[in-house]
């Protein structure tokens, strides 16, 4: 290669100001990208969201039926009582009916 007319202290200075113009550039766009990843990461933490009112749904009674536990009690006071009336026809002796 020929001599391009530069003198070494020239062409130092012109590979320092391209180096400081490239490290300029990418660090306007590293800035100008944590900027825009900062605003939408508050957007998405600041963010109004609609609230959702939970509601919990209420099973209707039809009319004139008892609850559970009702019919359970029911059950049980038949069946105790009887028990009870064979117990007292039969003179205390109650045989269970598998």
Not at 38 to 62: D, G, H, N, W, Y
Not at 73 to 79: G, K, R, S, T, Y
Not at 86 to 98: I, P
């Amino acid at each position: 290669m020929g001599d391009l007319g530069l003198n070494p202290e020239t062409a130092l200075k012109l590979v320092q100001i391209l180096l400081r113009g490239a490290a300029y550039f990418f660090a306007g766009f590293a800035v100008l990208g944590l900027s825009t990843y900062v605003v939408f990461l508050c957007l998405e933490i600041f963010a109004r969201q609609p609230r959702s009112k939970a509601t919990i749904a209420e099973m209707p009674q039809p009319a004139g039926c008892a609850s559970v536990v009702e019919q359970i009690h029911e059950l049980v006071l038949a069946d105790t009582q009887t028990l009870a009336e064979e117990a007292a026809v039969s003179g205390g002796a109650v045989l269970c009916k598998g």
